[in-house]
């Protein structure tokens, strides 16, 4: 279990984040929904320490994260995996060396330097590259690869973490969307097959309907919603986006419900293992 126990993030004189109190069971996937501004991207943040609370805690195992300093830091962050809406990818890298860098912790501070990696951490970077349909890619340059690839190899590149949690904060939010459906697959089979926490900012109503066990609503800062996809109303949605609210209910603008057949061949192009299972 996780555990958010008024959890507050203050700039100067506004609440980002206001005393937020929240218990995330292990296993669950989570939506975080909310207008720009609302507070999504400094929660999620503040869970691996990449932002400091002001006040609140916490608490995994009985433990305070928030207390945590050092090389006991380290491995929370470990154990918490970050995908950035932005990948993060260093691009004159290869892939495999990209996703490798998700091992530096579990290396000493001279190996980790000179990102000195074994032959198991090749093997595992394989392994993820190949459940996220990218293995082919492993030679390749980073920067030559589509945003939806990226965010593919960023995806696999937390998967070597061997997290408890992945978050992820607007991961599809510069995808288009047969890409944003292909992330949003993976994370969804990441969080079923491997029972890995998956807690997930996204901007669209129908996207956290989607594919989320439990939607959580932020408004300014505050805790409006926590709940069961069909428990939030048109009501409870006005809330959350205010003027906002009859596009986020608008299955046309999603970034991931598609309203037509998806072509053999873009699907074919987006995701080549799926050209495979044709052939197959």
């Known amino acids: 279990m996780l555990k958010l126990d008024r959890l507050t993030k203050s700039f100067k004189n506004r609440n980002a984040v206001n005393a937020i109190s929240l218990d995330i069971p292990e296993g669950q996937m989570v939506g975080i929904i909310g207008r720009s501004g609302a507070g999504k991207s400094t929660l999620l943040r503040m869970l691996n320490r990449l932002a400091e609370p002001t006040g609140g805690s916490i608490i995994i195992d009985g433990r305070d994260i928030t207390a945590l300093k050092g090389r006991d830091l380290l491995a929370w962050r470990a154990t918490c995996a970050m995908v950035f809406q932005q990948f993060n990818l260093v691009g004159r890298l290869d892939v495999i060396t990209n996703v490798m860098t998700g091992r530096l912790y579990h290396h000493n501070f001279l190996a980790s330097m000179l990102q000195l990696f074994t032959d198991e951490d090749r093997a595992r970077a394989i392994r993820a590259l ?21 965010q593919r190899v960023a995806i696999a590149r937390a998967l070597v973490q061997e997290p408890r949690f992945l978050l992820a904060d607007e991961p599809i939010a510069s995808l288009d969307p047969l890409n944003a459906k292909i992330v949003m697959d993976a994370l969804r089979t990441i969080n079923q097959d491997d029972g890995i926490t998956v807690i997930c900012n996204l901007h669209t109503l129908d996207t956290a309907r989607a594919y989320c066990d439990r939607i959580i609503g932020l408004a300014d800062g505050n805790l409006v919603f926590d709940g069961a996809p069909e428990a939030l109303t048109e009501a409870k949605a006005r809330e959350i986006y205010g003027a906002e609210s009859a ?30 299972g044709l052939a197959r």
Do not use: C, K, N, V
């Open 130 to 150: 190949d459940r996220l349909g990218m293995a082919h890619t492993a030679l390749q340059q980073a920067d030559t690869l589509s945003g939806g690839q990226m």
């Open 247 to 276: 596009e986020a209910f608008s299955e046309g603008l999603t970034s991931t419900t598609l309203d037509f057949p998806i072509p053999a061949a873009a699907m074919a192009a987006a995701q080549p293992e799926y050209a495979m």
